[in-house]
């Protein structure tokens, strides 16, 4: 099946300070991939989606400038967490499209805790 | 607004037993349908693609789309603890041409020993 791969797997930082996480398709090219955001016991929640080479289409309610989403490449998506704050802990998934199918695969997800 | 539905559960099975999950959607037109599992503290992980009326089978797994009723099922056989999780049902959302999802709030399943 198809691989994704995604860094860092914990992160703890600093009230104010800014996180990257990285999502890689390791053995496809994906010209879309998406961001999810879940808090405990709760669903998945689409953040953005993510297109290569084209600005990144944030869902209602998503602030855009604190979310920032680069796709350079059709193998490379990285989500920017900026000025984190204590509310933006969470458990932050990436998912690319691609294989055959054509079928959403997910990354291992980035625990985020802001101190 | 296009929905996916599922029973939040908890359901339980004893192990070995049936687990039967179901989903319902409101898009008539839908097309493409999936299965993912998350186990507590992980990231979801692919069962099923179901795109044809009818069943599909997979190992334990079977898959079962009706489009006329408007629902997808899962049902796992031989049940085992390690199963236990929470199964979310999705759909692509035909409005764009991403794959972007539609997704279930899931269904919590455990199978006790």
């Known amino acids: 099946g198809a691989v994704v791969s995604q860094h860092p797997s914990r992160v703890i930082c600093k009230s104010g300070t800014s996180v990257k996480i990285e999502c890689r398709s390791l053995?496809?090219?994906?010209?879309?991939m998406f961001w999810y955001r879940q808090f405990p016991k709760q669903s998945l929640m689409l953040m953005a989606t993510s297109n290569e080479g084209s600005k990144a289409t944030y869902e209602q309610g998503v602030e855009k400038d604190k979310f920032l989403i680069n796709h350079a490449s059709l193998t490379l998506s990285t989500l920017t967490v900026t000025s984190a704050h204590p509310e933006d802990s969470s458990f932050y998934i990436c998912?690319?499209?691609?294989?055959?199918?054509?079928?959403?695969?997910f990354g291992a997800g980035t625990r985020l805790s802001v101190l | 607004q296009k929905e996916v539905e599922q029973n939040s559960g908890p359901l339980s099975v004893p192990e070995g037993a049936i687990a039967s999950l179901n989903c319902t959607y409101s898009?008539?037109?839908?097309?493409?349908f999936f299965w993912y599992r998350q186990y507590s503290g992980k990231s979801p992980e692919l069962i099923m693609s179901i795109y044809s009326n009818g069943d599909k089978e997979d190992g334990r797994f079977t898959a079962q789309l009706n489009k006329a009723s408007q629902y997808v099922s899962l049902l796992i056989r031989d049940s085992q603890p390690s199963d236990s999780a929470t199964y979310l049902c999705?759909?692509?959302?035909?409005?764009?041409?991403?794959?972007?999802?539609?997704w279930g709030l899931g269904t919590s399943l455990g199978v006790n020993p």
């Open positions: 898009d008539r037109g839908s097309q493409s």
């Open positions: 998912s690319a499209v691609g294989g055959v199918g054509n079928i959403q695969y």
């Open positions: 999705a759909e692509v959302d035909n409005a764009g041409n991403n794959r972007k999802l539609i």
């Open positions: 053995d496809f090219q994906a010209t879309t």
